[in-house]
């Protein structure tokens, strides 16, 4: 059954409805959260910026002698009021307009899993925090061990019909197998990820040539194969990663070279 639903998702839409699903569920957690936001900032009282607490000394202001450490009874002077400026110095150097390019964008909408947990948005409501538990649950104790299966029998299919198409002699039958079992079988593999790729003006889809997509993980090539057959020039690898390279060989011409290797690298060229 697992493998007959990763197999008809196209037809099932089940990858699309599940999304569906997680935006609505997402839409649902931001409101909870913006309405505890709104209830917060409402019962709070603006107060005027003051450099610090009611009864305490100012600092970093000229007008005040005690506050620059400029007495005339020198024995007044506490080697603790060096610190407010030391610590005004790094937030300076801290909120400056280049460090903030780089701090990360809140996002738009929580997602149970993005890195505003650490606000606890999950404790905002009852209702929101049973779908944190609940979706912790489903997505360590449902999800995962699913997609490892999807994973696992997507491997061993694409290792299957890459070995069974290698048998045949090179021709217009061979190429068109490969076509059609590389592509079901890493579309199959992408369920693993629960996939949902759009791919846009296909009649611009590569059909004889060269594509060129220049530093390409195997995630990338893993959801580009899903749309179009493709043979692919890349880093040689060992473990898991190299016996797929080794398996895609045996069906196509794929080039695996070694960086490192200067005959590898003429190889390519040439």
Not at 44 to 63: A, F, M, N, Q
Not at 103 to 111: D, M, R
Not at 159 to 179: A, D, H, Q, Y
């Amino acid at each position: 059954m697992l493998v007959l639903l990763a197999s008809l998702h196209e037809h099932l839409n089940l990858r699309k409805l599940y999304t569906e699903i997680l935006l609505k569920l997402f839409a649902f957690g931001q409101e909870r959260v913006e309405q505890k936001r709104f209830k917060a900032s409402g019962s709070e009282v603006d107060e005027p910026d003051s450099p610090v607490d009611e009864g305490k000394r100012p600092i970093l202001s000229p007008d005040n002698p005690k506050a620059l450490g400029i007495r005339d009874d020198i024995k007044g002077f506490h080697l603790d009021y060096v610190l407010e400026y030391i610590t005004a110095g790094m937030v300076a150097i801290m909120d400056d307009s280049l460090t903030k390019c780089f701090e990360p964008e809140e996002l738009p909408v929580w997602n149970l899993l993005s890195r505003t947990n650490d606000r606890s948005y999950e404790f905002v409501s009852f209702r929101l925090t049973m779908c944190w538990i609940l979706g912790f649950f489903f997505r360590y104790f449902v999800l995962l061990p699913l997609r490892l299966i999807i994973l696992l029998i997507g491997i061993l299919l694409l290792c299957i019909s890459m070995t069974f198409v290698g048998i045949f002699p090179e021709g217009k039958l061979k190429r068109w197998m490969n076509g059609k079992l590389l592509v079901f079988c890493f579309d199959f593999i992408a369920g693993s990820l629960s996939l949902v790729a759009t791919f846009y003006n296909e009649e611009n889809k590569p059909k004889n040539g060269i594509a060129v997509a220049n530093h390409t993980s195997p995630i990338d090539s893993l959801v580009l194969a899903t749309n179009n057959c493709y043979d692919m020039v890349g880093q040689k690898h060992e473990g898991t990663l190299g016996i797929i390279m080794s398996v895609l060989s045996r069906a196509s011409t794929h080039v695996w070279f070694e960086r490192t290797d200067a005959k590898d690298r003429s190889f390519v060229i040439r």
